[in-house]
């Protein structure tokens, strides 16, 4: 009988292979490295921000030029002092933002692009949160053609310094009934409107009345609406 002649087995290579291709394919990492990405705002409407700074660094061992700044709207401008920067160098882009006409959650981008071979672009986050000097909730109630008239509500609530006294509501036409509760004085108020029918369409526009006067832009109108 011949004796068992046992194999003697390498170890397999494959674990090493698959790390030395990982490697290999890894995408390289963007030149400029960025301090943050997002930029998180809190105010109030009409508040002015101060400029939002996004700090970076050249991590390369190259120079880089930044050839393209966008912002998704005009509402943000960015500010960059100059767009070459030397290996190890740092920068600041500046983004001056305007809230104007803006409130609840607002969020803006700027997209930034280098000359650096193959580099993805880079985008850059300003979130903020406008509170409202006055929330109303809903601002615009339905009715669908030939439905129930029953009555909707607006849930109104005063953030700003102070508090703000609503005395009352009028409605752009006589078909549609409108009733203010008060819940806590100048904090929280709610509006019930009911209409006549909804036979027909129609729209009115609903102002609340205020005993101090309120800065320009101030949400104090409700839409009522049938369809």
């Not at 933002?97 to 300003?126: N, Y």
Request: neutral net charge; aromatic residues 4%.
């Amino acid at each position: 009988m011949k004796p068992v002649r046992r194999l003697r087995l390498s170890p397999c290579p494959l674990p090493g292979v698959m790390l030395m291709l990982m490697a290999l394919c890894a995408a390289p990492l963007p030149a400029l490295e960025w301090a943050r990405t997002e930029a998180v705002l809190n105010g109030r409407l009409g508040e002015a921000f101060p400029p939002v700074e996004f700090p970076f660094t050249n991590k390369s061992e190259a120079s880089v030029t930044i050839t393209d700044i966008r912002a998704s709207c005009h509402c943000t401008v960015p500010v960059l002092e100059k767009k070459t920067y030397t290996p190890g160098e740092s920068g600041v882009l500046r983004v001056d933002f305007d809230t104007t006409g803006l409130a609840g959650s607002v969020t803006r981008t700027i997209t930034v692009e280098t000359d650096e071979p193959g580099a993805p672009a880079q985008t850059l986050t300003l979130i903020a949160d406008l509170i409202e000097p006055v929330a109303l909730k809903p601002r615009l109630l339905h009715w669908k053609l030939d439905a129930s008239a029953a009555a909707k509500t607006v849930d109104i609530q005063i953030n700003r310094d102070g508090g703000l006294e609503i005395t009352g509501a009028a409605s752009s036409r006589d078909d549609f009934k409108v009733e203010l509760a008060t819940f806590e004085p100048r904090r929280r108020y709610r509006l019930t409107v009911t209409p006549a029918g909804t036979g027909d369409a129609r729209l009115a526009v609903i102002t609340l009345k205020t005993l101090e006067t309120v800065p320009a832009g101030t949400a104090l109108t409700v839409f009522a609406q049938v369809r």
